[in-house]
Structure formats: structure tokens, C-alpha cells
């Protein structure tokens, strides 16, 4: 069984007056239910286009991605909306209407709880710092119970100990809940959580 596969995804970006720009060059990728891969490389190598095209955020040039209704994702940016309150924030996901989360409300307070944030929830993002909001973004990625989250350098705007707990939290989170978790990321010790980590090099996955 498997919760994501790709199969020869490649991406050209067309610039006018050059020569397109082929940034994935065949990526085959299969993810099995509850597993977490990382996905590492330099900048620029593609990481988050390829995220993009995996959660259904951009398109692919050709090639077929199979994946899962159910994604949650985790931003670098966090991507909180300022005018809503850290609950609300969370229950976003929840409002799709591919998405009917059973007890939405106690669902996203449990997370928040977990997360050390039962008594920010009714405040806005503005009121909160870089960690505060990124285990807000980790909630919001989790509400719906997903089969697969993807998470783009969850920690990178994170000193090294907000990080360290960040990752602490993403593989504790789900409690008796499986996911799988594709996470591109620059960070050794982000990378050490995960079951296999790939390096995206010159436009294809290679094993690291």
C-alpha cells in the first residue's frame, strides 16, 4: 500500500526569450502509509516546487502524482491568517468541504493543548513569536487527521532550540494517529527524525 507515488514528474519554467528551465528532470517517489521521508538538496535544487506538485499546489510539466484527499500542510512562512484568532486559524482546514473532521472544535483544542497553547488560543498571531506560531501552523496541519503532511523547512525560521522542539512535537503529535510526512528541509536534525532521507540533485531523487 502506498500514500504517495510520483511517477516521472518533471517541471519546466518557460522564460521569455530563453531557454526553458527543466528543475525536475523524472522524479519517481513512493511513500508508504506512515512513513516520513526527507528530502534534502541545495537551494534552488527544487525542493518546495516539488512539494508544491506533490500536495497539488502547482502542476507538473508531465508525470502523474497519486496522493491521498487528506494532506495537511506545514509552511516555512507559518501562513497564519493575522485577522483570525490561533483557533481559527487551526479550524481552516476544517471548513472544506472535503474535509468533515469529526468534533472539529475539541479536535483543534486538543492539539493546541498538546502543544502548550490552551491559553493562547483566542489571540491573534500578531500577539505570538516565531515558535508560538509554527506549532500553530503543526495543529492546523493536523485537524483533520490527514494520511499525508508535507512540511516545508518547518524549522527554518527557527533558533536551534525552538527547532529541536518543534520536531519533538511533529512526531509526537499525531498520538495513536498515523500519517506519512514528506518534509524538505536544510536541517541535519530535522532530517534525523525521518525513516529515509533523499537528496534532490540535479533534478532527480537520489538516496542519501
Excluded at 469529526?102 to 491559553?119: F, T
Aim: neutral net charge; hydrophobic residues 40%; charged residues 20%.
Amino acid at each position: 500500500m502506498v500514500t504517495l507515488g510520483t511517477i516521472d514528474i518533471r517541471k519546466q519554467f518557460k522564460i521569455p526569450g530563453h531557454k526553458p528551465i527543466e528543475v525536475l528532470k523524472g522524479v519517481n517517489l513512493s511513500v508508504k502509509p506512515g512513513e516520513k521521508v526527507a528530502i534534502i538538496g541545495r537551494s534552488g535544487a527544487g525542493k518546495s516546487t516539488l512539494l508544491n506538485i506533490l500536495g497539488g499546489l502547482e502542476r507538473p510539466s508531465s508525470g502523474t502524482v497519486t496522493r491521498p484527499d487528506n494532506i495537511g500542510f506545514v509552511f516555512q512562512q507559518y501562513h497564519l491568517m493575522p485577522e483570525l484568532t490561533v483557533l481559527e486559524n487551526v479550524l481552516l482546514p476544517t471548513m472544506s468541504k472535503r474535509h468533515k473532521a469529526e468534533a472539529p472544535v475539541a479536535r483543534a483544542k486538543e492539539l493546541l493543548e498538546k502543544v502548550g497553547l490552551a491559553d493562547r488560543m483566542h489571540h491573534l498571531p500578531g500577539e505570538l513569536s516565531g515558535g508560538e506560531m509554527q506549532r500553530v501552523a503543526l495543529c492546523r496541519a493536523l485537524v483533520t487527521d490527514p494520511d499525508l503532511v508535507l512540511a516545508d523547512e518547518p524549522t527554518g525560521n527557527l533558533d536551534a532550540w525552538t527547532g529541536a522542539g518543534i520536531l519533538k512535537i511533529l512526531t509526537e503529535l499525531a498520538g495513536n494517529r498515523t500519517f506519512s510526512l514528506v518534509m524538505v528541509t536544510h536541517s541535519p536534525e530535522a532530517a534525523a527524525i525521518c525513516d529515509r532521507v533523499l537528496t534532490l540533485e540535479n533534478g532527480q531523487l537520489v538516496q542519501s
